[in-house]
């Protein structure tokens, strides 16, 4: 009998592990998806919401692909129990589904700060397109937006909002912006940029309550300064969708705990994207690498693993990458690495900062900023992350690059990064292309 694959979510890993099943499999198999969204891209709803692309753009798969890969398609419909022992899946509306292997790929949902009022109109998250479309029909220019957090789904929306004519306010209750994302010196300089650009940032900023103020929002801080929005999003974290694999016996602590096949504790089950608590590149330990790089990777790794396939994963390096008006804001690996060897440098001219981490030899974190319209900014990012992603030993290199963090370029043509990069590839082979559909495997 043909193998019944099951891929519980519709997203970026559970997409990309539909294809790679069908790229990489001798025999048909049966693949039935259940989703509770249509399959889409959270990743480009900023350029959804400035308009820059029509709702249709953000779908990755229509039902009419889905039917052309043979894909047996549960969409709008959630899965709400998982039994191991007997192979089967129940969805919300009854329907049990039986299969050999399946992949829970379910992401993450936004949080929201639980202060009263939090879950009133004109509160919004921004994570699902259904929030998007929320965002969207609320806003208008010369709206005043308050962004209630200042991590990095926050910046992804940032450009979108002031595109829209609307006036910006971001409130984050951490001393700095982008806590989790940049260092103190790092955020400084983003600070200041964002208010020579019309942002108002107030940082340290403990919201309370929202409430009603004539169909308007008003928030509230103990130390006083209320605020009233037109529009409140509320971008204060996420968390993995998991509460419904309770008592399916696969083994959770962050997210499910996956191996380097990615398979759970119960090993016809894999996960993979935001739910798995996978391999980390740099530090060889399990952690949620909630970003779009590592959804596709553990995609694709899951897929091969479920057409017969042995696949081992390396890790995911996290990885994330900001553009707010015109500055370009990124960290790579282990930025925040406390017993590393670090080298920094900030120009005076301009807000451009590199801070470089190092285990020995090997560069394992970095973060760089700059204006987008520098030159260096660009080619920097990437070399950063290829330095960082390759792990080569930097020999002499080290030294120039502790001496002058802002000359990448000679020490990563030097130690033959890329030709280090170039033969590694996810499921050893080159990728295909993406076809009549717009998910490259
Ligand atoms: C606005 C925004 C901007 C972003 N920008 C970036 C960026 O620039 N770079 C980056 O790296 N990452 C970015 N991300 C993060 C990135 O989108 C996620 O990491 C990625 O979508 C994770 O993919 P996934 O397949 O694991 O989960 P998702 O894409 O979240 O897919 C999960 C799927 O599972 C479904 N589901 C959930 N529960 C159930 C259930 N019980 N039963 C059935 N189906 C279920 C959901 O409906 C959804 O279809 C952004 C996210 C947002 C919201």
Known sequence: ??????????????????????E????????????????????????????????????TATPKI??????TAHVGKRATALDTKANVCTLDD????????????????????????????????FWTLEQARGVIAQIRPGSHVVMVGAGFIAFTILN??????????????????????????????VEEWLKRHGVKVRTGARLTKITDAKGRQKLSFPTGGDLVADVVIMATGIRTNLDWLKDSGVRVNQGIVVDEHLRSSVPN???????????????????VHAIEPTAQEHGRVVGANMAGKTVSYRGSLIINIVEVCHLDVASFGAWEDARAETASGVKADRPAYRKLLWRGERLVGAIILGPSSDIWTTNDVGMLKGLVQSGVGLGRWKAHLKANPFDIKPAFIATKTTSALLPETILGRPSKAPGETPVAV
């Open 1 to 22: 009998m043909a193998a019944r694959h099951l891929i519980i979510g519709g997203g970026t890993a559970g997409m990309n592990a539909i294809r790679t099943i069908r």
């Open 24 to 59: 990489e499999e001798t025999e048909r198999s049966t693949i039935t998806l259940v989703s509770a969204e249509r399959p889409y891209s959270r990743m480009v709803l900023p350029y959804y919401l400035d308009r820059s692309i029509a709702e249709s753009h953000v779908f």
């Open 269 to 287: 089950v894999y996960a993979a994207g935001d739910v798995a608590e996978g391999r980390d590149l740099i530090s060889g330990a399990n952690a």
């Open 94 to 125: 009854g329907t049990k589904v039986e299969y050999d292997d399946c992949l829970i790929a379910t992401g993450s949902s936004a949080v929201r700060a639980p202060v009263p009022g939090a879950d009133g109109p004109g509160v919004h998250s």
């Open 66 to 71: 889905l039917a052309g890969w043979g894909v």
């Open 160 to 189: 979108s909002i002031l595109a829209l004519g609307a006036t910006l306010t971001i409130v984050e209750v951490a001393p700095r912006i982008l806590p989790r994302m940049i260092d103190d010196t790092g955020a400084g300089l």
